[in-house]
């Protein structure tokens, strides 16, 4: 079992891997963008991730969700990912971090 203290430090490497995978169409990583609703972690090293995709017609609507399930996995203590796709609410600009309206020059 996981203390609290590993529990944030694993939600805080699952964040970064997160920063590291890229939108294709729009060249801002998919936790800054906005595309990451909810992220729990269990005391088990369990990781469930609420995402969206910027549109249900998203070219990238098959594979994204596995990558990112895939890259999570490689985290040493996460025993299990389930990445679920929600459209509710839906994606946009607004939800971006402000690091990622300057990389992209919207104010």
Not at 33 to 48: A, C, P, Q, R, T
Not at 72 to 94: A, C, E, G
Request: hydrophobic content about 40%; proline content about 7%.
């Amino acid at each position: 079992m996981l203390t609290d203290d590993q529990m944030q430090e694993l939600a805080d490497q699952v964040v970064e891997v997160l920063r590291n995978i890229y939108d294709p169409e729009i060249p801002v990583n998919i936790y800054d963008l906005g595309l990451i609703y909810d992220l729990k972690i269990s005391d088990h090293g369990e990781v469930d991730i609420l995402m969206t995709l910027t549109s249900p017609n998203c070219p990238v609507a098959e594979t994204l969700p596995t990558e990112v399930q895939e890259k999570v996995r490689t985290l040493d203590v996460v025993t299990d990912v389930k990445v679920q796709i929600t459209f509710d609410p839906p994606w946009h600009k607004d939800m971006m971090s402000e690091e990622a309206k300057l990389e992209l020059g919207i104010f």
